[in-house]
C-alpha cells in the first residue's frame, strides 16, 4: 500500500494567517492527490482533487500544489470556520485508497 | 445534487454483526461508486472498500477482507455496509460517499456511529 505522511501533525495558528500543510507520498502518485477539511460531527469536504483543482463551492484562498511524491495544502488567509483537521488522500493507487494521518489546525 | 443519506446510530454487543446503509438521491445511482471510510475515536480516516453498483463488483481493503461485505440494491438506490464478528475496536463512525473522477469522495453521508461494547 502507499503510505501517506502528513507534515505538522497539528499546527496553531491565528486568523489572517497563511498556513500551509504537507503531504508526502511513499512512491510517485503523479497527481492523484485530494485534500480534505474534517469537522467533529461532520462528514469529511473535499477541498482540492488532482492535487491542485479546487473543488466547486469551495473558497478561493484553498489551493494545492505538487506532483510525485510532494504536496502542499495553502490557505491563504485563514478565517475562523477553517479550524479543523485535513487530511490528503493519494487515489493513484485505488486500491486501496490512503489517507494521511491528519494535520489537526488550532486557534493559537 | 447528489444526497446521501445514512441510517441511524447502532450499539451492538461484541461477536456480533452491524449493517449501515447509504441512501441516495441525485444523479445516477447504478453508474456511482460508493466508498465506506471509518474514523475510529481519536483516529483518523481509513479507507475501507467500496462497490461499482452497475457492475455488482466489490473490493476491499486487505484489512476488512472476509469481515466486511458491501453491497447495493439498484432498484432502491442504497448500497449496504456490514461488518461481522465485531469487536470494540470497531467502534467508530462509519462514512459512505461518492467516488468520482480521480478516485475523489465529493458527496459523504452524514456518518454512522458504531459501537461495539459489552
Known amino acids: 500500500d502507499i503510505q501517506m505522511t502528513q507534515s505538522p501533525s497539528s499546527l496553531s495558528a491565528s486568523v489572517g494567517d497563511r498556513v500551509t500543510i504537507s503531504c508526502r507520498a511513499s512512491?510517485?502518485?503523479?497527481?492523484?492527490l485530494n485534500w480534505y477539511q474534517h469537522k467533529p460531527g461532520k462528514a469529511p469536504k473535499l477541498l482540492i482533487y488532482?492535487?491542485?483543482s479546487l473543488q466547486s463551492g469551495v473558497p478561493s484562498r484553498f489551493s494545492g500544489s505538487g506532483s510525485g511524491t510532494d504536496f502542499t495544502l495553502t490557505i491563504s488567509s485563514l478565517q475562523p470556520e477553517d479550524f479543523a483537521t485535513y487530511y490528503c488522500?493519494?487515489?493513484?493507487?485505488?486500491?486501496?485508497?490512503?489517507f494521511g494521518q491528519g494535520t489537526r489546525l488550532e486557534i493559537k | 445534487q447528489v444526497q446521501l443519506v445514512q441510517s441511524g446510530a447502532e450499539v451492538k454487543k461484541p461477536g456480533s454483526s452491524v449493517k449501515v446503509s447509504c441512501k441516495a438521491s441525485?444523479?445516477?445511482?447504478?453508474?456511482?461508486?460508493i466508498s465506506w471510510v471509518r474514523q475510529a475515536p481519536g483516529q483518523g480516516l481509513e479507507w475501507m472498500g467500496r462497490?461499482?453498483?452497475?457492475?455488482?463488483?466489490?473490493n476491499y481493503a486487505q484489512k476488512f477482507q472476509g469481515r466486511v461485505t458491501i453491497t447495493a440494491d439498484k432498484s432502491t438506490s442504497t448500497a449496504y455496509m456490514e461488518v461481522s464478528s465485531l469487536r470494540s475496536e470497531d467502534t467508530a463512525v462509519y462514512y459512505c460517499?461518492?467516488?468520482?473522477?480521480?478516485?475523489?469522495?465529493?458527496?459523504w453521508g452524514q456518518g454512522t456511529l458504531v459501537t461495539v461494547s459489552s
Open positions: 460517499a461518492r467516488e468520482s473522477g480521480y478516485h475523489k469522495n465529493d458527496y
Open positions: 441525485g444523479g445516477t445511482f447504478s453508474t456511482y461508486t
Open positions: 462497490i461499482i453498483p452497475i457492475l455488482r463488483i466489490a
Open positions: 512512491q510517485s502518485i503523479s497527481s492523484y
Open positions: 488532482a492535487a491542485s
Open positions: 488522500q493519494q487515489s493513484y493507487s485505488s486500491f486501496p485508497v490512503t
